[in-house]
């Protein structure tokens, strides 16, 4: 069209006003507001000494290293987070690919036989004839407001939320093992105390009989007394089929099959005694990089970029595409330069009326990044539950091992006291064995104090990320 046409000015002012009105829309939404954890809650320790990557070490026992090495190595659940970390970088490459120009071959040979009826001129045409058609093509999106770019950006985020994804499935394995490990030690130490109650029961009750044949007693005494061999055996079995269960789960966690159980050895683990949370406060800084929330802030990212670039579609698109190459009816003819062709040109495309497509995408687009970014919120909360629970539960677990273990201690020594004086002969067998059931159920509870106590450990320890840092170099 040319300037003299007296269409062209009245059409460029309504393109030039379109264009206006898109950007217009475009730029005066407000972007949302990511929540900040510092402003959600202000009694907050800025900074504290970092957990370190193999925290588990802390506990002291080699066979747990090699466990959690060995579960990392076969974990399924790692595995199958390391083919989403796959599928995300494929489509980061195949969003980068938008960006560069495209060139490709294409090319066509058929015989064909024209219609009467159509286009055939009888005596100047060859109704049945040869076609051929090859060419190189070049296209090339001009993102020129950049929404491919910002679909590219996106991409990486993606990516990046696939790596921190399997950094927390490992974060969960790797306590998974440290808890059944844990609840394994404990279980065999209950079956041990078990199996000696079992045997002091029997002891009892062999002196329950002598009782009765000297008649001091009669065959009720004797009768109560075999209720709680009877009852002691019962809970020496549960307590055998609960070491069972978790040497089983240890197997399981590490990727090998239940009868692999048979390779775990008896436990030798320790409490941690060093502590990383200072003056009892939530540490910010360990909170913001947990691997969960670090995954749903490359979602608020990966969203937001979506949103922006979704917004674009009002706008004109521009595309250069070019062919050149040969074409021709009738082969013997077709490497000829009178076969030659190109074509070359920008492509000009402006949505005017498409039923409403680009509101809905627009919409749905920027519902996902509200919706991204109220996840967060709502993660970042239960985030410094999480840790405000756990400092609580370490802080009193601890109290309760200390006063668990003077009791203990305790008992320990009354029943050392007793011993010596059956020893000298002040006190029967009987009594001395009583005793030493007393002593077992505070050792049992001991043994429970201790679980709770690395239970609570675990908890803080997963609440604060654990040894977590972001692979991800920005």
Known sequence: MKPQTPLYYPLMIMVVLNLSACAGLINQDSKPQVPDITKIESRLETTSHPIESKWWEAF??????????LGVGNSPSLKMANERVQVSQALLNSSRSVLLPQV?????????????NYIFIPGVMDRITNYGYVAGTFSWSLDLWGKN?????????????????????????????????AEFDIALKSRDLMKRANIIQQELLDIYKVRQQNGLIDNLAVEQMAIEVEKSSAQLAMAQSVVDMYATQLAILTGNSPSWA???????????????????????????RRPDLQVLLSQIDASGLEYSASKLDYLPSFDLQASVGYQSFGLDRFISSSSQFFSIGPV???????????????????????????RYHEALLQALKQSADGITKVKFATQQLHFQKQATEKSLFIYDQLASRKKNGLISNEKLLQNELLLISQKQLLEQTNLNAESSYLYLIQALGGGFSSPIQE
Do not use: C, H
């Open 149 to 181: 770019e910002k679909l590219f950006e996106a991409s990486k985020s993606r990516l990046k939320g696939a790596l921190l994804d399997g950094e927390m499935s490992r974060l969960n394995l790797q306590i998974a093992i440290v808890a059944a490990y």
């Open 104 to 116: 490709g071959l294409t090319g066509q040979v058929n015989r064909q036989q024209l219609s009467e």
């Open 60 to 69: 002291g026992d080699p066979q747990l290293n090699r466990l959690i090495e």
């Open 348 to 374: 000009f495309n402006l949505p005017i009326f498409n039923g409403g497509r680009i509101d809905a995408n627009v919409a749905a687009k920027k519902a996902t990044n509200n919706e991204a970014i109220a």
């Open 262 to 288: 048979v390779n775990i050895n008896t436990p030798n683990i320790r409490i941690p005694e060093k502590s990383f949370v200072l003056n009892q406060q939530i540490p910010s800084d360990l909170i913001a």
